[in-house]
């Protein structure tokens, strides 16, 4: 495999709906700003992965309408795992290069939740048609469901998840992008209206608009492109069972903590607590960041809980987690894991709206299905770890 | 000023149960919920399914499981959702004894208003059975829900 890094990335700014541009035009502005970004032109680019999670915007395979802003003559594929969808056309990206079959390939990531006007009957569609769907199960509710058994194992209380919503929250009041700006404090969040039980509305993350593009190069058209390039180090993803009711324990993301030794095993990873300065991790709903900070490791098993509460994870903590503000406050579905990524890579140029000091590794994950797939990526800026 | 148009997707869709399925639906009429045995992992899969995920080989045996058995997990959810059952409803995971996976399904037969309440009732662990409608037609619905168990 050859030596990659993230040498641009561009983000539209994600509202509850974009009027003002359609399908293919949200992507065009979102290819665009990743091509400034790295000071390269439409022709550079050799190949683009692409992702969406149908049918959220209502058109079938949008990607036939959004391979024209770019994508004519090259060569084009369509990634779509859920919510991993995203992260997992960085993938895909990425491999384009490090299979030294392209020098240059782009990511880009185009959805439109806010076009659809309710997302949970599209997220009940995800289940069984035949054994699961009757049971109303939404995505809020499978994110619930974990809750409830964290909280009865460990003791999690409702002002712990509180905490990861003021984190978050506090965040996206600094990234220009983020769609939902609220400077809100514990109260505020125990407060909001109760939405599937122990998730409140502020623990839930909105219906997002907008487009994310990701380019990545090989070694030596990396160096010529930028000094401050996001090598990545390591990347992974992983697949369980459909059905909801095989998990094992729904209080431990146990795919995931094989999808995160996997990673630190290829990265030379022996601490992630000490190795990784800074995390960008799938959260919509609060608890499902504390379920991922125990099987990433950097929390001990039920203490993942305390982590916001005790200011860990805040930008100023020894961990900081989802600086941008996170999935909480923006979620165009399927090209969320790519805004993770395209987070992680601007904390290594030192470039991003929340900057946390000294990043030398981040860490960007996806996880999407039914509590299913995770792709996982980490990037340094530097070439090696060790 | 950008002009805006609504469309919709109403699309009818036919799903087959396949064979594994349907001996299960069947089964419910009788008021029996039917599982699949995993020849190499030993587990009780239900939904019934012709290959264990974990193995990659043909399930074997079916099983029959109780309608009785304890609760992994719930949720009450209180806002509608286009498309969804009208709020409040429990939606959660029950193991029935004998299976070794979930199902998931909703709970009831109890005031689903005060959320903490049901969460009490409906605690992991708690034991609950399936109520069965009157009039059995072969789908999962045939369970109306779980109720708790006294005692």
Redesign the interface.
């Known amino acids: 495999m050859k030596r990659v890094a993230v040498v641009g990335v561009g983000q539209t700014k994600f509202r509850t709906r974009r ?2 541009k359609t399908h293919p035009e949200l992507t065009y502005e979102a290819m665009n700003k990743a091509l400034e970004h790295a000071n390269l032109e439409i022709k550079d680019i050799e190949a683009i992965a692409y992702g969406t999670m149908d ?1 959220f915007d ?1 058109i079938y395979l949008p990607e036939r309408w959004d391979v024209t802003s770019g994508g004519i003559g090259k060569p084009f594929m369509k990634i779509s795992t859920g919510g991993t969808t995203g992260m997992t056309t960085g993938l895909a990206a990425y491999e384009h290069v490090a299979s030294g079959v392209f020098d240059i390939a782009m990511a880009v990531c185009t959805q439109r939740v806010g076009e659809c ?2 997302a ?2 599209v997220l ?1 569609t995800a ?6 769907r ?5 995505a ?2 499978v994110a ?6 964290h909280m ?2 460990y003791g999690t209380t409702e002002e712990d998840l509180a905490w990861v919503s003021v984190k978050d929250h506090k965040n996206a009041l600094k990234n220009p992008n983020a769609h939902i700006k609220l400077d809100i404090g514990v109260e505020e969040v125990l407060n909001s ?7 409140k509305l502020l623990e839930c993350c909105p219906r997002s608009d907008g487009a994310v593009a990701v380019i990545f190069a090989s070694e030596e058209v990396a160096k010529k492109i930028r000094d401050n390039p996001a090598w990545v180090i390591a990347e992974t993803t992983i697949s369980d ?7 094992p324990d ?1 209080s431990y993301w146990d795919t995931l903590a094989i999808a995160g030794r996997r990673l630190y095993r290829h990265a030379g990873v022996d601490n992630p607590k000490k190795d990784i300065d800074v995390a960008e991790l799938y959260s919509p709903f609060t608890i499902q960041e504390v379920l991922e900070l125990e099987a990433l490791r950097f929390a001990e098993k039920g203490e993942g809980k305390d982590l916001a509460r005790e200011g860990v994870t805040f930008p100023d903590g020894d961990m900081p987690t989802n600086p941008s503000g996170g999935v909480l406050c923006t979620n165009p579905i399927g090209a969320t894991g790519l805004v993770r990524l395209a987070e992680a890579a601007l904390q290594i140029m030192g470039e991003a709206s929340y900057q946390i000091p000294d990043v030398n590794v981040s860490l960007a994950h996806a996880w999407g299905g039914t509590l299913q797939f995770h792709t996982l990526m980490l990037l340094s800026s530097k070439k090696k770890l060790k | 000023m950008v002009l805006k148009f609504e469309t919709k997707w109403e699309i009818p869709y036919v799903h087959s149960a396949g064979e594994h399925g349907t001996k299960f639906f069947e089964a419910l009429k009788d008021k029996k919920i039917m599982g699949v045995k995993c020849p190499e992992c030993g587990r009780v899969l239900i939904p019934p399914r012709a290959f264990c995920e974990r193995c990659f080989v043909d399930t074997a045996d079916w099983v029959e499981v109780s309608d009785e058995g304890e609760v992994v997990t719930v949720t009450v959810t209180y806002i509608k959702f286009t498309g969804l059952p009208d709020p409040p409803y429990a939606t959660g995971i029950v193991k029935l004894d004998g299976a070794d996976t979930g199902m998931l399904c909703l709970l009831g037969g109890i005031d689903l208003s005060d959320w903490k309440k049901v969460h009490e009732t409906f605690k992991p662990g708690a034991r609950v059975r399936a109520v069965w409608k009157e009039e059995r037609e072969g789908k999962i619905t045939d369970i109306l829900y779980f109720e708790p168990v006294e005692g």
């Open positions: 009027d003002d049918p209502g006007v309710d949970q009957p009940n289940v069984c048609p035949i054994f699961e009757y049971s109303g199960a939404g809020i509710s619930a469901i974990q809750a409830t058994v009865h194992k209206p109760m939405v599937s039980s122990p998730l069972n459909y059905y909801a009711g095989d998990r729904l």
